[in-house]
C-alpha cells in the first residue's frame, strides 16, 4: 500500500506449468473449477497459440490483440457456441447471447433504458434500500457473523426489484438466491458434453438436476411480464420502471416493432444473472478484501461518513470507494472468460488464425498478467484512484467488455455497488472470521468455494481519514 502498509494478496487456484492438459483431463478440469486450465505461461506470455482436439485456439492477453477482437474487428468475431449451450436454455433471446441483426436490433431497443440520466434517477431508491437492508441487520457493538454472499444476494435482488420492477418481486428474493444457486452449481457448470459438440438431445447431468430452478425463473418472470403486459394493455397507469419500458420499447431506426414477450422475459433474466449476480459477488468480494485489510476500510468509512446521495455530485465524494470496486473486480472479474469464433480468416499480434478458430480473451488472465500489472496478484486499490487511473490501459481491464458489446448496464452496476458499499461502510466495521481464505471458483461468475463469511458489528464513531 501506497502508506506502508503489508500489501494482501488473495488466494488464487493453483497453476499449472507442464504440458498442456489432453483431451479427459481438460474436460474434468472445465468441469469442475475452469480457473484452473489456465498455466504459468497464460500470465506470461501475451498471447498462446495451439491445436487441440477442439480446434485451433489463441489465448489473447495483450491490450492491441484485444482491442482488435472486440472493437476493431468485431464484426468477424461472434460469442462461442460452447456459451449458448451453457446459457442458452434460459437466455437464448436476451441481449448476452443474441447475434447478428437481432442483436442489433435489441440492442437499439434497449439503449435508450439505460442512460445516464435514468441511471442516475435511481440512485435514492437504491440507497433507501440498503439503508433498509442494513438497518435489518440490527448490528451492535457485539459482532455477527454474517453469511456475505446470501446478504449480498438478498440486497443487489432488493435494489433490482425496487428500480426495475417496482417491487413487484417483492417477497421472492429467498426463491430467487436458492433457484440462482442451484442453477450456477449444476446446470451453468461446463458440462463435457457441450465441450464435445453433442446434440443437445443427449441428457447433460447438471442441466437436469437444475430443472427446477429453471422452471422457477420461467415461471415467475413470465407471469411478471404478463400481468404489466395486461395493465399496459387494459389502459391502466403502469410503473415507470424497467418492466413498462422493455413492453414499450420500440425499434424506431427500423419497423417500429418492439420486443416479443419471450425476449423480454429474457432480458429480464439476463438482467439477473449479469446484474444481480455479478454486483453481489463484487460486493462480496471487496467486503473480504477490506476486512484484510483496515486500512483501507477506515479510508471508505471516512467517505461513507459524508456520503450524500441527494447531492449531484456524489460520486466523486467516493474515489476510495470506487477504487476499492474496481480493484476488486480486477483481482475476481465478473465474467472471467470470454470466448469467440473467428468467421473469417484473421491476424492477431502476428499469428494467423483461420475461419472456425477460437479466441478466448480472460479477464482472470488479462487482469493479473505480468507484462501488464504490477504485483498483479496483490490488492491495491490506489491503481484506481483518479490520478493513477489514466495508466491503466483500457483493453488491459474488462470487468464488462469492451467494444459494441459492452456490457449496457454497467454505469448502474457501478452506481449501485458504490451505494450499496458507502451505506454498509457507514454502519459496519468488517472483520475476518477465520485466517483461511476462501478459494474463487468459476460458476459463470466468481463465487468462493464455500460460503463467505464475515463479523460485522456496529461503528461506535466515525471514521478519520
Avoid at 467486503?287 to 467517505?303: G, I, K, T
Avoid at 491495491?380 to 489514466?390: D, Q, S, T
Amino acid at each position: 500500500m501506497a502508506d506502508g502498509s503489508p500489501t494482501f494478496r488473495p488466494r488464487i487456484p493453483p497453476r499449472r506449468t507442464g504440458r498442456p492438459l489432453s483431451l479427459l483431463p481438460f474436460l474434468w478440469v472445465s468441469w469442475r473449477d475452469p480457473l484452473r486450465i489456465w498455466a504459468e505461461r497464460h500470465f506470461n506470455e501475451p498471447q498462446v497459440y495451439g491445436h487441440s482436439a477442439f480446434g485451433e485456439m489463441l489465448v489473447v492477453s495483450h491490450p492491441t490483440g484485444v482491442r482488435h477482437v472486440l472493437t476493431e474487428n468485431a464484426a468477424n468475431y461472434e460469442k462461442g457456441e460452447l456459451q449458448r449451450r451453457v446459457l442458452g436454455p434460459m437466455l437464448a433471446e436476451g441481449l448476452l447471447l443474441t447475434e447478428g441483426d437481432q442483436w442489433r436490433r435489441a440492442r437499439r431497443i434497449l439503449a435508450p433504458l439505460f442512460t445516464p440520466a435514468r441511471t442516475v434517477k435511481s440512485a435514492a431508491r437504491m440507497a433507501e434500500v440498503c439503508e433498509a437492508r442494513v438497518t435489518g441487520w440490527s448490528l451492535a457493538a457485539r459482532a455477527r457473523v454474517v453469511d456475505v454472499d446470501s446478504e449480498m444476494s438478498g440486497l443487489t435482488f432488493d435494489i433490482l426489484s425496487a428500480t426495475m420492477f417496482s417491487d413487484e418481486l417483492g417477497g421472492e428474493a429467498r426463491g430467487f438466491e436458492r433457484a440462482l444457486n442451484q442453477f450456477l452449481a449444476n446446470g451453468a457448470r461446463i458440462d463435457p458434453l457441450d465441450v464435445l459438440g453433442a446434440p443437445d438431445w443427449a441428457p447433460r447431468l447438471g442441466r437436469l438436476a437444475s430443472l427446477r430452478s429453471a422452471r422457477f425463473f420461467e415461471q415467475r418472470v413470465t407471469a411478471l411480464v404478463a400481468a404489466r403486459r395486461h395493465r399496459i394493455e387494459a389502459g391502466e397507469t403502469a410503473p415507470d420502471d424497467l418492466l413498462t419500458a422493455l413492453l414499450n420499447a420500440r425499434d424506431e431506426a427500423e419497423d417500429g416493432a418492439g420486443l416479443s414477450d419471450e425476449e423480454v422475459a429474457a432480458n429480464i433474466l439476463t438482467f439477473i444473472l449479469a446484474g444481480h449476480e455479478t454486483t453481489a459477488r463484487a460486493l462480496g468480494w471487496a467486503l473480504h478484501l477490506l476486512s484484510r485489510q483496515p486500512d483501507v476500510m477506515a479510508r471508505l468509512q471516512a467517505e461513507a461518513d459524508v456520503f450524500d446521495v441527494s447531492r449531484p455530485d456524489w460520486t466523486a465524494s467516493l474515489p476510495w470507494t470506487r477504487a476499492v470496486l474496481e480493484e476488486t473486480m480486477r483481482l475476481f472479474p465478473p465474467a472471467p472468460t470470454m470466448a469467440r469464433r473467428a468467421l473469417g480468416d484473421d491476424e492477431i499480434g502476428g499469428q494467423k488464425i483461420r475461419a472456425g478458430a477460437t479466441v478466448i480473451i480472460s479477464p482472470w488472465v488479462l487482469q493479473r498478467h505480468r507484462l501488464l500489472w504490477e504485483e498483479p496478484d496483490a490488492f491495491r486499490p490506489e491503481r484506481f484512484l483518479p490520478e493513477n487511473r489514466k495508466d491503466v490501459d483500457r483493453y488491459a481491464y474488462l470487468p464488462f467488455s469492451a467494444g459494441p458489446r459492452v456490457c449496457i448496464g454497467a454505469a448502474f452496476a457501478m452506481q449501485e455497488a458504490m451505494i450499496a458499499l458507502a451505506v454498509i461502510l457507514k454502519a459496519a466495521q468488517v472483520e475476518p472470521v477465520t485466517r483461511d481464505e476462501p478459494r474463487p471458483v468459476h460458476q459463470i461468475t466468481l463465487r468462493a468455494s464455500r460460503p463467505l463469511l464475515l463479523r460485522l458489528r456496529a461503528r461506535s464513531e466515525p471514521a478519520v481519514p
